[in-house]
């Protein structure tokens, strides 16, 4: 059964009383409670249908000792008054059993005092029924098969919504709460002609229904894109411009935040480590992340630790101006957080990214691909070949053969490759199509050189 607010908050600190009275110094209270609905067709059968209601409360407790502060995490879905309380004490027992960190401990002050309405989630499709999301995935899945005879099978194609309830605590004297909502559609259909078979997919997310897009639209993008990747063929081994898609370009915003984050910083695992100030990428390179972008779907008023949420400019006409801090890498680095401390029930904060993306520029794809005598359109990735130590870039690929303006076959089984730093200061091209799929997004983009690896 699904507790109300001010049900869950007085669970929240009575755990947050029970972790003092068992002698913890300072603790965090995060109590998440969650409906998810999930439907899948292929074909003309439904394939699979869930609907959960969860729930879980994470206590972390930290205890003074002579060499910092020593830490543990306990969760639970039990919230009867007496379990939480056991959690509790267990907490502070465990805690006392770790080795002390001077650095550990919650955030000094700066706690969110505003707690703006950021449009997470729209009330009437609280009780959004499960045949309406049913028919959804029917819609995109009879508009993909029927897109093309080509198109003889599929994945099947997948409907979701859910709804969650969040409530952080400390005992620094913050207690906050928020609501929020995320539905998403996706269709993935199978191509075949002669030999060749080929499968794609195309999806659409967002925070209210009415801004998903079209259900039979998804299936007929899907198939388009699976269509058009029948007979790829592999090409000679050569260096060349190389335009990754929209589906594809947030993989290289998602990589340089995560380069930047501070826990990379500190451990001294990431190629930026003494690059802050500096000019890292084209000057047409700006990327935000943004934690209280209105709708988005990373958006959030406090962070995991209960700092507030902001702007945070990681990267401005090429310039490396921040890093991504939560409370801990930031005193690791001696400077403040920038909010973006992330955690689950059962985890400790970490740095997370809310609502990443690069500014878009003014060119569209069609428009990229008409000005490329020789290149490559990437449209998928494939495998994990980044190493964020060096640099070094290193991904399988599929896509499309450009020349002279023109798209003239599909491309598989090829690796593309490069040193992420030169690819960064490489980028001669930025779309305008900046379309949200998930908490990070970009357009377009072109990178003026890469090694293509083929024949």
């Not at 509790?88 to 027992?93: C, K, Q, R």
């Not at 805690?95 to 000094?108: K, M, N, Q, S």
């Not at 007929?220 to 898609?245: M, N, S, Y």
């Not at 990589?255 to 930026?272: D, H, I, K, M, N």
Request: glycine fraction near 12%.
């Amino acid at each position: 059964m699904s507790a109300s607010q001010q049900e869950m908050e007085a669970v929240v600190q009575h755990a947050l009383e029970s972790a003092a009275r068992a002698g913890a110094s300072q603790t965090d209270v995060l109590l998440v409670e969650g409906d998810d609905r999930e439907v899948r067709v292929r074909g003309d059968e439904i394939e699979f249908v869930k609907q959960a209601q969860e729930r879980g409360l994470g206590i972390r407790a930290l205890v003074d000792g002579k060499e910092g502060r020593q830490t543990s995490i306990v969760s639970t879905s039990d919230l009867a008054p007496d379990a939480v309380a056991r959690m509790a004490e267990e907490a502070v027992a465990l805690a006392r059993a770790t080795a002390a960190d001077p650095t550990a401990g919650l955030p000094d002050a700066g706690f969110a005092t505003d707690l703006p309405d950021l449009g997470l989630f729209d009330p009437a499709d609280q009780n959004v029924a499960l045949d309406a999301r049913i028919e959804d995935a029917k819609r995109a899945e009879a508009a993909a098969r029927d897109f093309d005879p080509r198109i003889d099978n599929s994945e099947g194609s997948q409907a979701s919504s859910g709804h969650a309830r969040v409530v952080y605590g400390n005992s620094q004297g913050f207690l906050g709460s928020y609501a929020s909502a995320s539905h998403g559609l996706f269709a993935e259909p199978l191509a075949r002609e002669g030999d060749s078979m080929q499968r794609d997919y195309w999806m659409t997310s967002a925070r209210r229904l009415a801004d998903l897009e079209d259900a039979a639209a998804v299936g007929r993008k899907a198939a388009e894109r699976a269509i058009r990747r029948l007979g790829g063929k592999r090409v000679e081994t050569c260096e060349v411009p190389v335009i990754f898609d929209g589906m594809t370009a947030p993989s290289l915003i998602g990589q340089l935040a995560s380069c930047a984050s501070g826990y990379s910083v500190y451990r001294e695992s990431t190629f930026l480590g003494d690059k802050l100030g500096e000019s890292i990428a084209a000057s047409a390179v700006t990327i935000i992340d943004d934690g209280r972008l209105p709708g988005g779907l990373g958006s959030k008023p406090f962070d995991g630790e209960g700092q507030p949420t902001r702007r945070n400019v990681l990267v401005d006409n090429g310039v490396l101006k921040t890093w991504l801090l939560d409370t801990y890498s930031g005193r690791k680095l001696d400077l403040p957080s920038t909010g973006s401390a992330a955690r689950g029930t059962g985890s400790a904060p970490r740095v997370g990214t809310t609502n990443l993306w690069l500014e878009p520029g003014e060119q569209t794809l069609d428009e990229m691909i008409g000005e490329l005598d020789r290149g490559l359109v990437v449209t998928e990735l494939i495998g994990m070949g980044f190493n964020p130590t060096t640099g070094d870039y290193s991904r399988g690929a599929a896509g499309l053969w450009v020349e002279k303006g023109e798209v003239v076959h599909p491309v598989e089984e090829i690796t593309i490759a490069g040193n992420f730093g030169d690819m960064l200061q490489s980028i001669d091209r930025i779309g305008s199509e900046l379309v949200w799929r998930g908490r990070t997004a970009a357009p377009p983009l072109r990178i003026a050189s890469m090694t293509l690896a083929g024949e």
